[in-house]
């Protein structure tokens, strides 16, 4: 276990998918030093809305600490999201969901993020999520820069039927995981080996789809990658979960 990722609580309540409402709050000071008191030596990314009253000093707040700062389940636009970045935050969260889509007049988040070469963007690449065009797309629009993600709930192969994410009733049908009743997605049931494969079938080359799975997500949490001998086929040091 390399720490924590919350993603949440300082999210946006029109973009929180299937967090619970009740739980979601703003970024004050207090809350931020009481986060980072509690997770000393475990927390490693906060996921936050930059619009949110006090987002931007808790960006600075938390990069001092040592804290990556990710943007997500926001309705920023594409000011507000580059305020963000240009604060210090380095990663946009599952780019595309929970988000303003990148838009020709209005390029919102995800645009922000491709402009800035500090910026890693998550893909969820389970082909539900993400349509492999917009997959290509980012990895063309950011060479080097997109990590990713499983976004993975407890149901992930245990198959299809009633599941539960936290408090919420899931149903998964065909592999993809809904609130119970909706059409919300409710993360997936995704494992990084068929990330990589879908990748690669919306036309990636192997060796971006693999770094996007490996090197490029160590990179944003400055964790060196095991050696790896030389010669090794590619294949054999796929991740596999």
């Not at 500090?118 to 950011?142: K, M, N, Q, S, W």
């Not at 809904?178 to 080359?205: H, K, M």
């Amino acid at each position: 276990m390399l720490g924590v990722h919350l993603e949440g609580p300082f999210l946006a309540p029109a973009r929180r998918g299937a967090h619970d409402p009740g739980a979601l709050a703003h970024p004050s000071p207090a809350a931020i030093e009481a986060l980072l008191e509690a997770g000393e030596g475990v927390l490693r990314m906060v996921t936050l809305a930059p619009e949110l009253p006090g987002a931007l000093d808790a960006v600075d707040r938390l990069v001092a600490a040592g804290v990556v700062v990710a943007v997500g389940h926001t309705e920023a636009d594409l000011a507000a999201a580059a305020d963000a970045f240009d604060r210090g935050a380095s990663v946009l969260t599952h780019a595309c969901n929970a988000m303003p889509g990148l838009g020709h007049r209005e390029p919102g988040p995800v645009g922000a993020a491709i402009a800035r070469e500090h910026v890693v963007l998550e893909a969820i690449a389970d082909g539900v999520h993400v349509h492999p065009v917009v997959l290509r797309t980012l990895f063309a629009a950011a060479p080097g820069r997109v990590a990713l993600v499983s976004d993975a709930m407890a149901a992930t192969g245990l198959g299809d039927g009633a599941h539960r994410l936290g408090a919420l009733d899931v149903e998964v049908r065909g592999g993809v995981p809904l609130v119970a009743g909706t059409t919300t997605l409710a993360g997936s049931t995704l494992t990084l080996d068929r990330a990589i494969e879908v990748v690669v079938g919306a036309g990636v080359a192997l060796d971006d789809a693999v770094a996007a799975a490996t090197s490029v997500p160590a990179g944003v949490l400055g964790v060196p990658l095991p050696a790896v001998a030389p010669g090794l086929p590619i294949a054999e040091v796929v991740p596999v979960g």
